[in-house]
């Protein structure tokens, strides 16, 4: 018991590169593992966030298979975002907006193909 008491965590918002994020001793106050950390945390809010369009399911599909390619794609997701959740409990503000603009710019970019997929060529004059 007299070991829980001697942890020091961070419960607000701060800025340094002192971050413990998903394992104890990572990043390891390294910069270039904190770097490392911020671009992982970022492609994995980015794939969460692609990973929301996928997949299609056709109607000339086995409703099992296709079912459990849903739940699969699913659970993957939902893993995922508990990571990044995790990650966003160690309190550094960096690891929030990290994570913030990871789901942002996979958000815009399953969007924008969403769009340009559905919206029909336009013929030349």
Same mark, same amino acid.
């Given at each position: ?34 770097? %490392? ?15 929301? !369009? ?11 298979? !296709?079912?459990?390619?849903? !739940? ?10 508990? %990571? ?42």
């Amino acid at each position: 018991m007299e070991h829980m008491m001697n942890m020091n965590m961070q419960m607000s918002f701060h800025w340094g590169k002192e971050a413990t994020i998903l394992f104890k001793g990572w990043p390891n106050e390294s910069t270039a593992m904190y770097i %490392l950390a911020l671009l992982l945390l970022f492609v994995l809010a980015f794939a969460m966030e692609t990973l929301s !369009a996928w997949p299609n399911v056709k109607p000339s599909m086995n409703p099992i298979v !296709a079912g459990l390619a849903q !739940a699969s794609v699913y659970a993957v997701r939902i893993g995922m975002g508990y %990571l990044v959740m995790l990650a966003v409990m160690s309190f550094n503000a960096r690891i929030f907006i990290v994570a913030v603009a990871g789901h942002t710019f996979g958000y815009f970019i399953v969007k924008a193909i969403t769009l340009a997929v559905a919206k029909p060529a336009a013929s030349p004059p």
